[in-house]
Structure formats: C-alpha cells, structure tokens
C-alpha cells in the first residue's frame, strides 16, 4: 500500500512537472488572491479558471499556502483541454451563510470534463449554519461544499474537507469520477453533512479515504450505477446508505454497487439500504457488501422499506422498490443493540436473493446473543452465520 502511495505520488509530480514546464499555470495569488482569509477572492480564482478553461494546452490553477476566502463560485465547461486544480493552501467559506443564497451550492464544477482536483482543504464554517438549523429558525437550503454536475473524468485526490453546510461533496449526472485519499470531516450533531452523495451518475470509485460526519458516511441516490467504494474508515455518522428511494414515484435504480474493506466505528448504521413507503419505479440490485468490520454500530446490516423520518410525508403504502441480489458476505464486529441483522422489506415488493456468507456480529453485552428480523425477505446462506440467519 505504501508502494502505491509513493508510486502515485512521483508520478503527480511528474505530472505537474509538466504543467509548470509548459508555463500554461494560473496562480490565483498573482490574479489578485489575498492569502489572508479575510478579503474576498472569488474575482481571481473565477480568472484563474477561466484562463486555464481557455487554454488549448493542458493547465494549472494553483492555489499556494495560506488561507482564501471565497464566495459562491461555479468553474463552467466546456474547457479546451485538461485541467489540474492544485491546492496547497486553505479555501474558505463566507461566516455568513445568508451570502450563500439558495443555488445549493459553493463550489461547482459545472460541465467539465477532465478536471484533477488534488490536495488542499476547503472549509465550509458550517457551524453557524447548523446552529440556525438545530434551533429551528428562519434559515436558507444550504450548500454543498463541492459539487460536480454533468460532468466527467474526474479526479479528486489528497482533499480535506471540514465542516460543510450540507454535503460535503456531491456528484449529480457525471461519469468516471475517481475519489481517493480524502479526509472528511464534521461534527457528529451537524445535520444533513453527508461525506460524499451521488444521484443519476456511472462509474464512480471511492477509495482510501477517512469519513466523520454527522449523516450518511456516503449515500448511494437513484440512478447510480457502477459503484466501487474501498478501504473507507466511517465514523461518527449514518454509515453507507442506498437511498433514500421512493422519493419521487418515477426514479431511477441502483445497480451494481460493491463496498469492500470498510471500518464502521460507533455508527448508527453500517451497510444500509432505505426507501420510503410509496410506489416508486426504483430499484436496488446486484449489490456487494464484503470484508466488513463494525465497531459498536447500532444497525450493522438494515435494510428499510419503510423509511419515514419524523414521521411525515408517509403515505403508509407499501414500497414500489424491488430489492434483489443483494450479498453480505465476510461482515464481523459488534452491535450497539441487540438486533444485528433486520431486513425489514416491502409486502408487495418482497426483497429476493439476499445471500448472508460468512457474518459473525455480536452484541456488545455479552449478557445476551445478537438477533436477526425478517420482514418479507426471502434469500439464502452460506458458512457461518451469527446471528443465525431469519432468512
């Protein structure tokens, strides 16, 4: 592994090496950036990007040490040719969330294509946003940190991302899109602060990254298919979710999806798929969850057909997604509560081909052995299986 981080380190020198030999680099300090974090510096980074997005050879934004505030920004495609963003220093957000209005967004990459985002940290100072929220005051939407939308061959790499209003980073109609080496982080009360959210995209890998939040570690929406999600540590936060669907009675599915080599710590769940009670032309299918550890996780494998926060919007219908193909295999630890495994499914969509190999989850009081509840659930099992299997 470490191999493989020097490797890949030498060759992104080599690569920016080359960027700087070409001349083609855009220093956001020399467009006018103040590295103080105080004095607005939106006007030289929307420079720097659109001198780099009209260059017929491959170019630089660089972002040097120090601190950058800027405002809500959108760095807009086409581009002539690629583009690596390189962040050494610190890009902040406004304290004042009102200035952020109500587009959603922060910091939006809006279609591009080849676009390298490596290293840096972004720091969204969501707290007074979450403030207004907990208290149940007049607030905006919010924001996502960093967003990618209609966009494709993309890579992030090295980035750190703290304290975001809502998501940290958001992935919405894209291809080929490559998350490695991240660090996210926000407080485990913070609401809404997803790691990583994806809906209607393909081909999206997450690998080698450090995820603490106060919501879904990554959240899986419609339409995503082609997943890769690999040595993820998660915790605080909801743990890995598909869903929720049903939102909207005409969605996408999910399909093809595997999370291998993950560490769950304290979470309220571990691998989870939800969807609300309405009728939906969703579904979930040909589904991995493999070589998993859950430390003192409190739902360590759910599935929820019947979700419905706070109660509301809950038609009490049976759900229209259909679950199948889903596979545990090789998911070990401890539970918070005693039930360990609950497939809680849907009564006109039964979930099928659930397939439990190889999982010994334990409640935390030795006192008591760990349970499993089915609810029109139907699948199979293999090896050992603790808590034995309902299915």
Same mark, same amino acid.
């Given at each position: 592994?470490?191999? &493989? &981080?020097?490797?890949?380190?030498?060759?992104?020198?080599?690569?920016?090496?080359?960027?700087?030999?070409?001349?083609?680099?855009?220093?956001?300090?020399?467009? %006018?950036?103040?590295?103080?974090?105080?004095?607005?510096?939106?006007?030289?980074?929307?420079?720097?990007?659109?001198?780099?997005?009209?260059?017929?050879?491959?170019?630089?934004?660089?972002?040097?040490?120090? =601190?950058?505030?800027?405002?809500?920004?959108?760095?807009?495609?086409?581009?002539?040719?690629?583009?690596? $963003? +390189?962040?050494?220093?610190?890009?902040?957000?406004?304290?004042?969330?009102?200035?952020?209005?109500?587009?959603?967004?922060?910091?939006?990459?809006?279609?591009?294509?080849?676009?390298?985002?490596?290293?840096?940290?972004?720091?969204?100072?969501?707290?007074?946003?979450?403030?207004?929220?907990?208290?149940?005051?007049?607030?905006?939407?919010?924001?996502?940190?960093?967003?990618?939308?209609?966009?494709?061959?993309?890579?992030? =790499?090295?980035?750190? +991302?703290?304290?975001?209003?809502?998501?940290?980073?958001?992935?919405?109609?894209?291809?080929?899109?490559?998350?490695?080496?991240?660090?996210?982080?926000?407080?485990?009360? =913070?609401?809404?602060?997803?790691?990583?959210?994806?809906?209607?995209?393909?081909?999206?890998?997450?690998?080698?990254?450090?995820?603490?939040?106060?919501?879904?570690?990554?959240?899986? %929406?419609?339409?995503?298919?082609?997943?890769?999600?690999?040595?993820i540590a998660c915790g605080p936060g909801h743990g890995i979710s598909i869903g929720s669907l049903a939102l909207h009675q005409n969605e996408g599915g999910v399909e093809d999806v595997k999370v291998t080599s993950v560490v769950f710590m304290g979470t309220q769940n571990g691998v989870r798929i939800k969807?609300?009670?309405?009728?939906?032309?969703?579904?979930?299918?040909?589904?991995?969850?493999?070589?998993? &550890?859950?430390?003192?996780?409190?739902?360590?494998?759910?599935?929820?057909?019947?979700?419905?926060?706070?109660?509301?919007?809950?038609?009490?219908?049976?759900?229209?997604?259909?679950?199948?193909?889903?596979?545990?295999?090789?998911?070990?630890?401890?539970?918070?509560?005693?039930?360990?495994?609950? $497939?809680?499914?849907?009564?006109?969509?039964?979930?099928?081909?659930?397939?439990?190999?190889? &999982?010994?989850?334990?409640?935390?009081?030795?006192?008591?052995?760990?349970?499993?509840?089915?609810?029109?659930?139907?699948?199979?099992?293999?090896?050992?299986?603790?808590?034995?299997?309902?299915?």
């Amino acid at each position: 592994m470490v191999k &493989i &981080i020097l490797l890949y380190c030498v060759l992104f020198l080599l690569f920016a090496a080359s960027y700087q030999a070409s001349n083609v680099v855009y220093n956001v300090v020399k467009l %006018g950036a103040k590295p103080d974090g105080k004095v607005d510096s939106t006007e030289a980074f929307t420079k720097a990007w659109t001198l780099a997005c009209s260059s017929t050879w491959p170019a630089m934004v660089y972002v040097p040490q120090g =601190s950058f505030l800027i405002k809500p920004v959108v760095f807009g495609g086409p581009c002539k040719n690629k583009i690596l $963003f +390189s962040i050494d220093g610190t890009i902040v957000a406004p304290s004042n969330y009102w200035v952020f209005g109500n587009s959603g967004f922060w910091i939006l990459f809006y279609k591009v294509t080849g676009v390298t985002v490596y290293g840096g940290t972004i720091d969204a100072k969501g707290g007074s946003f979450w403030a207004c929220r907990n208290a149940g005051n007049n607030c905006p939407p919010g924001s996502r940190s960093l967003s990618f939308v209609a966009s494709s061959n993309i890579m992030v =790499s090295g980035l750190t +991302s703290i304290n975001s209003q809502m998501f940290h980073i958001s992935i919405d109609h894209c291809h080929n899109i490559t998350l490695q080496n991240m660090k996210i982080s926000a407080p485990s009360w =913070s609401p809404n602060t997803d790691g990583i959210h994806m809906q209607s995209s393909t081909g999206i890998s997450i690998t080698n990254s450090m995820i603490q939040t106060g919501d879904d570690c990554i959240s899986i %929406g419609p339409g995503s298919k082609n997943l890769r999600i690999h040595r993820i540590a998660c915790g605080p936060g909801h743990g890995i979710s598909i869903g929720s669907l049903a939102l909207h009675q005409n969605e996408g599915g999910v399909e093809d999806v595997k999370v291998t080599s993950v560490v769950f710590m304290g979470t309220q769940n571990g691998v989870r798929i939800k969807s609300w009670g309405r009728p939906s032309t969703g579904y979930a299918r040909n589904v991995v969850f493999e070589n998993i &550890i859950m430390k003192y996780v409190y739902n360590p494998i759910i599935i929820d057909q019947n979700y419905c926060p706070s109660a509301k919007g809950c038609p009490k219908h049976s759900s229209g997604v259909k679950i199948s193909g889903v596979t545990y295999k090789n998911i070990k630890g401890t539970s918070a509560t005693q039930l360990a495994m609950n $497939f809680v499914c849907s009564s006109s969509n039964p979930c099928k081909g659930l397939k439990l190999e190889d &999982i010994k989850l334990t409640y935390y009081k030795k006192s008591a052995a760990a349970t499993s509840f089915c609810k029109n659930a139907n699948g199979s099992n293999k090896g050992l299986v603790i808590p034995p299997s309902c299915l």
